[in-house]
């Protein structure tokens, strides 16, 4: 069910819920959170549709504040959906005009849900301070994702400079499973210290540069950072050890092989991460995430740069690239592929 109220007011749109919850049910049991989305016009259905997936996962009542121009008319309009075009969620519409459009946090308030978390999301553009600003100060967590931003390197400093717990980027959630591969290769023998480590992926990627960070900060080695042409996204990652390096590498696409000393090369899925499929990991915990806190404002400055690189030469590189026709290949590795990649 799809209510608009144009040119409303909060108390009639107050109203309206609960001649709906009247007239519907209880629509608020179940409720674990309140997710506000703080979003233009443009990618407004974009980022309301991925709330959407993730709810069901975290049902939640999602409150989306559209920026409208700040030179209309003050003006609210608003749009109630409920049972079936909500997911597992109630979506609750407001679009902002004229200067109503810089008091969002004004609106927001009424429609929380009592005695539930607050998790506000930045899908594109986030203010320089989140955590000081108005829907960022009423928030448990702050989701932003830097990857949207007009320049994510810029944008990754601004959040090290500003992060305070509870704080959060997709471009971090993006490499859960890159992670968990890493993790998995150096927890079998021969249990050897790695010695340095070689993170590629493009230049305008925010992942990869949290990827050389969190290695630095966790592995105490140098790391080095190539870049690739921007748009490519993570590419690989090395490891070297005395015995040999691992390779993990996705040069395209979305399989990606595993070279390690000793075993064959595996093939791995690790396509590319849905937006709601990162959202609803996020919405999975409320705690601060104090892994992200360390690499953002620890390990990034302990990661050195180096040059554009045209073409990868590891060995996982020349497997996923077919260049290596004669390698055996193992089955595909079912280690935590639920999920893609960044």
Do not use: F
């Amino acid at each position: 069910m799809i209510v608009d109220l144009p040119s409303t007011t909060m108390a009639a749109v107050s109203k309206k819920l609960v001649k709906l919850r009247n007239d519907v049910g209880a629509m608020t049991l179940g409720r674990v959170l309140t997710l506000v989305i703080v979003v233009d016009e443009t990618e407004a259905d974009d980022a309301i549709e991925a709330a959407n997936d993730a709810s069901h996962q975290h049902p939640c009542r999602i409150i989306a504040l559209v920026r409208g121009g700040t030179r209309a008319p003050n003006r609210l309009d608003a749009q109630i959906r409920v049972g079936g075009d909500a997911g597992a969620s109630e979506v609750i519409i407001l679009r902002l005009y004229g200067a109503l459009a810089e008091h969002g946090n004004g609106v927001v308030v009424p429609l929380l849900l009592p005695d539930s978390p607050v998790v506000a999301w930045w899908p594109k553009e986030a203010p320089p301070d989140i955590s000081e600003s108005a829907i960022g100060a009423m928030a448990q967590r702050r989701i932003t994702d830097a990857a949207e931003a007009r320049s994510p390197r810029a944008e990754m400093k601004r959040r090290a400079d500003t992060y305070q717990p509870g704080d959060t980027d997709l471009a971090w959630t993006r490499l859960t499973l890159w992670r968990g591969l890493l993790a998995a290769a150096l927890d079998q023998p021969p249990y050897e210290p790695v010695v340095a480590a070689t993170v590629t992926g493009a230049s305008d990627s925010p992942s990869t540069d949290l990827m050389a960070g969190w290695l630095a900060q966790a592995l105490k080695c140098p790391v080095t950072r190539a870049r690739t042409r921007a748009g490519t996204g993570m590419v690989s990652v090395r490891l070297e050890r005395r015995s040999g390096s691992i390779d993990l590498a996705r040069p395209g696409g979305a399989v990606a092989t595993l070279a390690q000393p000793g075993q064959p090369i595996r093939r791995i899925s690790l396509g590319r991460r849905a937006l709601a499929e990162c959202l609803a990991e996020e919405l999975r915990r409320l705690d601060p995430d104090e892994t992200y806190a360390e690499t953002l404002t620890k390990g990034l400055a302990k990661v050195g740069a180096s040059g554009s690189v045209k073409a990868p030469g590891s060995v996982a590189h020349q497997a996923a690239a077919g260049k290596l026709g004669g390698t055996k290949m193992a089955a595909p590795s079912g280690a935590r592929q639920g999920k893609s990649s960044s």
